[in-house]
């Protein structure tokens, strides 16, 4: 399996911010373009965990972003970095970044239900 940049499905598009994505077997491989202080914490505070419960792995290819985790640790990952997030994290921006992303289809689909299930009670309620 495989796919080109603008064969992937366009998940969100809007004002600098870009997620690209693929489920590819039992993988989801994403390409995610954040602006300069995009904040990802309000995102995560719909998830039951208040954070992220997807592990992810990647390279930075552009930027810098941030990361606290669960236990109060923060990193940062840069350009040219491959990495492994575990489960239960949050993250920021300070610069813009690119980054190529792979993590489970199955906790990648969870995160999906439940944000739009967070969407739909927040737009009943409006």
């Not at 309000?42 to 290819?61: D, I």
């Amino acid at each position: 399996m495989r796919k080109k940049r603008d064969e992937m499905t366009v998940v969100m598009k809007d004002d600098g911010l870009e997620v690209l994505a693929e489920d590819l077997g039992e993988m989801r491989v994403s390409l995610f373009t954040l602006p300069p202080g995009f904040d990802l914490t309000p995102v995560f505070a719909a998830m039951p965990e208040r954070n992220c419960p997807v592990q992810h792995w990647g390279r930075l290819l552009e930027g810098e972003i941030h990361l606290r985790y669960a236990d109060g640790t923060e990193e940062v990952t840069r350009a040219g970095e491959f990495f492994h997030w575990p489960p239960g994290h949050t993250a920021w921006t300070e610069t813009g970044v690119v980054w190529i992303d792979v993590c489970p289809v199955s906790e990648a689909r969870y995160v999906d239900e439940t944000l739009a299930a967070a969407a739909a009670a927040a737009a009943a309620d409006a």
